[in-house]
């Protein structure tokens, strides 16, 4: 795992794992196997690469993980970074037809105000760099 001095430098982060091979999806393949965010910040991302290797590595041909961290620019009163993970979360169900594989909640989620955000090209082409 690598971690880059911007993700320490900020607390509310939102993060991916990553595969070494593409999992098959309804919609199509993509390497994206969690969309994740935290408070606490690149020490939660740890603890989480950690408790998720267990699960992930259990997958047909996968044999790495990555964790990539993304950030947003804060807003007063509004948790920008729990926006982003509902937006990517999202837009990967709308690409995918389904949630990634080890996230539990979102399958039922409907998009509020993420928009007001977040563009949805922005967002689908911050999941494209990581598929």
Same mark, same amino acid.
């Not at 259990?58 to 993304?70: A, I, R």
């Given at each position: !795992?690598?971690?880059?001095r911007r993700a320490n430098t900020s607390k /509310?982060?939102?993060?991916?794992?990553?595969?070494?091979?593409? *999992?098959?999806?309804?919609?199509?393949?993509?390497?994206?196997?969690?969309?994740?965010?935290? @408070?606490?910040?690149a020490s939660r991302v740890a603890?989480?690469?950690?408790?998720?290797?267990?699960?992930?590595? @259990?997958? *047909?041909?996968?044999? $790495?993980? &990555? #964790?990539?961290?993304? /950030?947003?620019?804060?807003?007063? *009163?509004?948790?920008? %970074? !729990?926006?982003?993970? /509902?937006? =990517?979360?999202?837009? #990967?169900? &709308?690409? #995918?037809?389904?949630?990634? $594989?080890?996230? @539990?909640?979102?399958?039922? !989620? @409907? %998009? $509020?105000?993420? =928009?007001?955000? #977040? $563009?949805?090209?922005?967002?689908?082409?911050?999941?494209?760099?990581?598929?």
């Open positions: !795992m690598i971690i880059h /509310r982060l939102v993060y991916v794992a990553v595969a070494n091979k593409p *999992h098959k999806y309804p919609y199509g393949r993509s390497r994206i196997l969690y969309i994740g965010s935290t @408070k606490k910040g603890a989480s690469a950690a408790a998720k290797a267990r699960e992930l590595l @259990k997958e *047909h041909g996968v044999t $790495t993980l &990555e #964790f990539y961290t993304l /950030r947003c620019p804060g807003r007063q *009163h509004v948790k920008t %970074w !729990m926006k982003l993970e /509902r937006g =990517l979360l999202l837009v #990967f169900r &709308e690409r #995918f037809g389904v949630i990634p $594989t080890a996230n @539990k909640q979102g399958k039922r !989620m @409907k %998009w $509020t105000d993420e =928009l007001s955000f #977040f $563009t949805r090209s922005r967002l689908s082409s911050a999941l494209e760099k990581y598929s």
